[in-house]
Nanobody
Framework: QMQLVESGGGLVEAGGSLRLSCTAS????????AGWFRQAPGKDREFVAV????????AYADSVKGRFTISRDDAKNTVYLQMNSLKPEDTAVYYC???????????????WGQGTQVTVSS
C-alpha cells in the first residue's frame, strides 16, 4: 500500500503564492504518475496538474496553466505544486494522487492523500 500525505496549505491573499508538498511512503513514488486535484465546497473534485514518472511530461487544467507548476523530487519521494498568482476561485481542498497510468481523470488514480485546505482571500 502507498500512503500519501499533503502539506503546505493555508490562508493567503489574492496574488500570493503557496507550495504544496505530497510525500509518499510504503512505495517508491517514482514508479507512479502523480496528480493534483482539488475540490471546492459543493463542487466535484477536479483535475489540476499531472506529472509523469520521469518528470519529463506535465499537464495542467486551463484554469491554472501559467500560474501553477508541478514537479517531483524522487530522492525525497515527494511531489510539489507551486501555486503563484492565486485567486479566490482557487480556494479548495487540494488532494495528491498516484496512478500507474498517465491521465487527468480522477478514476485513474488508486492512491489518494487526505487533502490540504487552500484558502485565498480577496
Amino acid at each position: 500500500q502507498m500512503q500519501l500525505v499533503e502539506s503546505g496549505g493555508g490562508l493567503v491573499e489574492a496574488g500570493g503564492s503557496l507550495r504544496l508538498s505530497c510525500t509518499a511512503s510504503g512505495r517508491t513514488f517514482r514508479s507512479y504518475t502523480a496528480g493534483w486535484f482539488r475540490q471546492a465546497p459543493g463542487k466535484d473534485r477536479e483535475f489540476v496538474a499531472v506529472i509523469n514518472r520521469s518528470g519529463s511530461s506535465t499537464a495542467y487544467a486551463d484554469s491554472v496553466k501559467g500560474r501553477f507548476t508541478i514537479s517531483r523530487d524522487d530522492a525525497k519521494n515527494t511531489v510539489y505544486l507551486q501555486m503563484n498568482s492565486l485567486k479566490p476561485e482557487d480556494t479548495a481542498v487540494y488532494y495528491c494522487a498516484a496512478s500507474t497510468n498517465w491521465g487527468v481523470n480522477r478514476n485513474e488514480y488508486a492512491y489518494w492523500g487526505q487533502g490540504t485546505q487552500v484558502t485565498v482571500s480577496s
